[in-house]
């Protein structure tokens, strides 16, 4: 079928025309037809609205100090996975909820998601935030405060020991230095340091281990002649070295050397002094135990070995360079063994002559440097990252490329999927296979980081099967807005749809007859007035509408539109009651204590029931989560007999 994409824009100056004829959702035809009387409209304590979502409060706060915004995903099961010795986000996963926080990194809202999910996975791979932690839904809430997640995860020590650590006889431990079971060293610094905001959104950009962002694919200009590995100090100096971040399933050893500045080190001629024994996040675990301690801003004063004096001090002085030292894999229970080898920042002291860190300056000041490691093969280099904290100014060679400055996020997407399912004998019940007519959808919501607002929604609608005999139509009503609040709608897909006019809502018709557009895609743009997320919570008002425009069948309580026919209520089977804002449901029988005539499903690959074989004997437990009113067998559509 020829396709067709066309813009209507939607002029605030023509609301009063579309408003013409309008009436509010309540402000309905009550009773009518030709069998009125005949039904008692169900009561609300009678009445479950076969709702497979839930709402709950949302409470997240990762306690910044500074203008640092981020986003962060809300996962139904652990969205990590292992793959080339690195932990990384498994794409196939799609969260139930996405969202901004302010820029202290707080967020407190209420959303939806499937009313089976009972614990969440909280996610995000902004710098300076622990992730992923899992939580349970309790009370209706979902409540996160990283200092005190922090706290509690501290509590859980193996206990610090005093001496009795076994570490390879060619690194050197700077005066005094010992460490926990964790590898948290006891010269830490008190207070965190972690750096700017801009600082932590380059990092997390530079050094990223998603495929075609990886610095080996967008600068290969770095890796070449050890450019971007070391620092050759032009003034003398204190230097701190801060964690920032791991995506290594590898627990590495981190370290540093020096060198005379302009001389070739080797293995045999620098001293590898220990700063990091574990470059492990709290958040790191293994077979279901915690093995990393740290937090980004985690802080260690580098000491200067003197090797004329056979001493260490604190400054290090013009004309050395510092170079950088990995251990792969080889922290384990306390100890620090040999693991799979040492990896050098200086090409040429490593085995395969590859380039194993990246150090790049910050433009902004010359007393930030970013350091990425790679510790085995992919080269992603954000295995361990740091930056080099540089106590005086003008202190270290200006030469060398600049940390990639990148701009904070500006919008975050939240994607809704599920399936409709509608009965198309309404007001009659008939046979209840909910196969009539089947749809999927998958909706992308646009927020602005700033805002909070919802300014571009993006539907996507896919016909999937049509059971039933009656030519029906399809459409989707804002219900929630008013015309001015909608700037423009696009439509792309088979010929037929259109935006109609004179309702009090915007509503968009996508067909008039399912079977001739089944399995073909309809994708709908539509830019708003920044509005609120429950104003366009997916999937909106959506219904079918039988042998022509004015038999319409909506999900239970969800209003008809303007240009339904509302003499169809309270005959037949229909026990609606327009007082109390009942829409669509009836009462049954034995089996099931009512009925709805269109279901939302919270998945995309629902099993269609057979013709004429009523749905709870396709899902058996559907019977119990109906007489439940949702309470129980809440992924009844999970359980096909």
Same mark, same amino acid.
């Given at each position: 079928m020829k396709q067709r994409k066309m813009k209507q824009i939607?002029?605030?100056?023509?609301?009063?025309?579309?408003?013409?004829?309008?009436?509010?959702?309540?402000?309905?035809?009550?009773?009518?037809?030709?069998?009125?009387?005949?039904?008692?409209?169900?009561?609300?304590?009678?009445?479950?609205?076969?709702?497979?979502?839930?709402?709950?409060?949302?409470?997240?706060?990762?306690?910044?100090?500074?203008?640092?915004?981020?986003?962060f995903d809300l996962y139904s099961q652990d969205p990590m996975k292992e793959e080339n010795d690195s932990w990384i986000k498994d794409e196939s996963l799609s969260p139930v909820y996405s969202a901004p926080t302010d820029k202290k990194g707080r967020y407190s809202g209420t959303v939806e998601i499937p009313s089976d999910i009972t614990e969440v996975w909280l996610y995000t791979d902004y710098l300076g935030a622990i992730s992923p932690v899992k939580l349970t839904i309790s009370n209706g809430e979902i409540n996160y405060n990283q200092s005190a997640y922090i706290a509690s995860l501290q509590t859980k020590t193996r206990g610090t020991t005093t001496g009795g650590h076994n570490y390879l006889d060619d690194w050197m431990l700077m005066p005094g230095v010992d460490w926990d079971g964790y590898g948290m060293p006891n010269n830490m610094e008190a207070a965190l340091s972690?750096?700017?905001?801009?600082?932590?959104?380059?990092?997390?950009?530079?050094?990223?281990?998603?495929?075609?962002?990886?610095?080996?694919?967008?600068?290969?200009?770095?890796?070449?002649?050890?450019?971007?590995?070391?620092?050759?100090?032009?003034?003398?100096?204190?230097?701190?070295?801060?964690?920032?971040?791991?995506?290594?399933?590898?627990?590495?050893?981190?370290?540093?050397?020096?060198?005379?500045?302009?001389?070739?080190?080797?293995?045999? =001629?620098?001293?590898?002094? #220990? +700063?990091?024994?574990?470059?492990? $996040?709290?958040? @790191?675990v293994s077979d279901g135990e915690r093995t990393g301690s740290l937090l980004c801003g985690h802080e260690v004063k580098l000491k200067y070995w003197n090797e004329d004096e056979q001493k260490f001090e604190d400054k290090f002085p013009a004309g050395v360079t510092v170079g950088w030292s990995l251990q792969a894999n080889a922290f384990k229970s306390g100890d620090i063994l040999k693991g799979i080898g040492i990896r050098y920042s200086y090409s040429t002291m490593n085995y395969d002559n590859s380039q194993r860190v990246v150090a790049l300056r910050d433009g902004g000041t010359d007393q930030i440097v970013a350091i990425g490691f790679e510790d085995n093969v992919d080269f992603d280099y954000c295995d361990a990252t740091?930056?080099?904290?540089?106590?005086?100014?003008?202190?270290?060679?200006?030469?060398?490329?600049?940390?990639?400055?990148?701009?904070?996020?500006?919008?975050?997407?939240? =994607?809704?999927?599920?399936? #409709? +399912?509608?009965?198309?004998?309404? $007001?009659?019940? @008939?046979?209840?296979?909910?196969?009539?007519?089947?749809?999927?959808?998958?909706?992308?919501?646009?927020?602005?980081?700033?805002?909070?607002?919802?300014?571009k929604i993006v539907d996507e609608f896919i016909p999937l099967h049509s059971g039933g005999t009656h030519i029906c139509g399809f459409g989707y009503q804002l219900h929630n807005l008013t015309p001015d609040r909608v700037?423009?709608?696009?439509?792309?897909?088979?010929?037929?749809?259109?935006?109609?006019?004179?309702?009090?809502?915007?509503?968009?018709?996508?067909?008039?007859?399912?079977?001739?557009?089944?399995?073909?895609?309809?994708?709908?743009?539509?830019?708003?007035?920044?509005?609120?997320?429950?104003q366009v919570t997916p999937p909106y008002n959506p219904f079918i509408f039988v042998n022509g425009r004015s038999r319409e069948v909506h999900l239970v309580n969800y209003a008809p539109t303007d240009k339904a026919d509302k003499s169809f209520f309270n005959t037949s089977d229909d026990m609606s009651n327009i007082d109390e804002g009942i829409y669509y449901i009836t009462r049954y029988g034995e089996e099931v204590d009512i009925m709805p005539f269109a279901i939302n499903l919270p998945i995309l690959d629902f099993s269609i029931p057979t013709e004429g074989v009523k749905i709870y004997d396709t899902y058996p437990d559907f019977i119990g989560w109906v007489k439940s009113k949702g309470t129980t067998n809440k992924n009844w559509y999970k359980n096909k007999k």
């Amino acid at each position: 079928m020829k396709q067709r994409k066309m813009k209507q824009i939607v002029f605030l100056s023509l609301m009063s025309m579309l408003l013409l004829g309008s009436c509010t959702d309540r402000d309905v035809y009550q009773g009518g037809g030709e069998e009125t009387g005949k039904n008692t409209p169900l009561k609300p304590s009678e009445v479950f609205d076969f709702s497979m979502m839930q709402q709950v409060k949302v409470n997240v706060d990762y306690g910044f100090a500074g203008d640092y915004y981020i986003t962060f995903d809300l996962y139904s099961q652990d969205p990590m996975k292992e793959e080339n010795d690195s932990w990384i986000k498994d794409e196939s996963l799609s969260p139930v909820y996405s969202a901004p926080t302010d820029k202290k990194g707080r967020y407190s809202g209420t959303v939806e998601i499937p009313s089976d999910i009972t614990e969440v996975w909280l996610y995000t791979d902004y710098l300076g935030a622990i992730s992923p932690v899992k939580l349970t839904i309790s009370n209706g809430e979902i409540n996160y405060n990283q200092s005190a997640y922090i706290a509690s995860l501290q509590t859980k020590t193996r206990g610090t020991t005093t001496g009795g650590h076994n570490y390879l006889d060619d690194w050197m431990l700077m005066p005094g230095v010992d460490w926990d079971g964790y590898g948290m060293p006891n010269n830490m610094e008190a207070a965190l340091s972690a750096p700017p905001a801009e600082i932590l959104y380059s990092i997390r950009s530079t050094y990223s281990n998603i495929s075609g962002r990886q610095i080996k694919d967008l600068h290969p200009e770095w890796l070449n002649n050890n450019t971007t590995s070391e620092i050759k100090i032009i003034k003398d100096t204190e230097l701190s070295l801060v964690f920032v971040a791991s995506s290594a399933s590898f627990n590495n050893t981190v370290g540093y050397f020096t060198y005379k500045s302009g001389t070739v080190p080797t293995p045999e =001629t620098v001293q590898k002094v #220990l +700063a990091f024994p574990n470059a492990s $996040p709290i958040s @790191k675990v293994s077979d279901g135990e915690r093995t990393g301690s740290l937090l980004c801003g985690h802080e260690v004063k580098l000491k200067y070995w003197n090797e004329d004096e056979q001493k260490f001090e604190d400054k290090f002085p013009a004309g050395v360079t510092v170079g950088w030292s990995l251990q792969a894999n080889a922290f384990k229970s306390g100890d620090i063994l040999k693991g799979i080898g040492i990896r050098y920042s200086y090409s040429t002291m490593n085995y395969d002559n590859s380039q194993r860190v990246v150090a790049l300056r910050d433009g902004g000041t010359d007393q930030i440097v970013a350091i990425g490691f790679e510790d085995n093969v992919d080269f992603d280099y954000c295995d361990a990252t740091f930056y080099l904290k540089i106590a005086e100014a003008n202190a270290i060679d200006p030469g060398g490329p600049e940390l990639p400055p990148v701009d904070p996020p500006s919008n975050v997407t939240t =994607t809704y999927k599920g399936t #409709l +399912a509608y009965e198309d004998q309404w $007001p009659a019940q @008939k046979d209840y296979d909910m196969n009539d007519v089947v749809m999927t959808y998958q909706s992308t919501l646009y927020r602005n980081v700033v805002s909070n607002k919802i300014y571009k929604i993006v539907d996507e609608f896919i016909p999937l099967h049509s059971g039933g005999t009656h030519i029906c139509g399809f459409g989707y009503q804002l219900h929630n807005l008013t015309p001015d609040r909608v700037r423009s709608i696009e439509v792309s897909g088979p010929d037929g749809w259109k935006i109609e006019t004179a309702q009090s809502h915007p509503t968009v018709i996508l067909f008039d007859n399912m079977k001739s557009v089944l399995n073909q895609k309809f994708t709908v743009t539509i830019e708003l007035a920044d509005v609120d997320l429950s104003q366009v919570t997916p999937p909106y008002n959506p219904f079918i509408f039988v042998n022509g425009r004015s038999r319409e069948v909506h999900l239970v309580n969800y209003a008809p539109t303007d240009k339904a026919d509302k003499s169809f209520f309270n005959t037949s089977d229909d026990m609606s009651n327009i007082d109390e804002g009942i829409y669509y449901i009836t009462r049954y029988g034995e089996e099931v204590d009512i009925m709805p005539f269109a279901i939302n499903l919270p998945i995309l690959d629902f099993s269609i029931p057979t013709e004429g074989v009523k749905i709870y004997d396709t899902y058996p437990d559907f019977i119990g989560w109906v007489k439940s009113k949702g309470t129980t067998n809440k992924n009844w559509y999970k359980n096909k007999k």
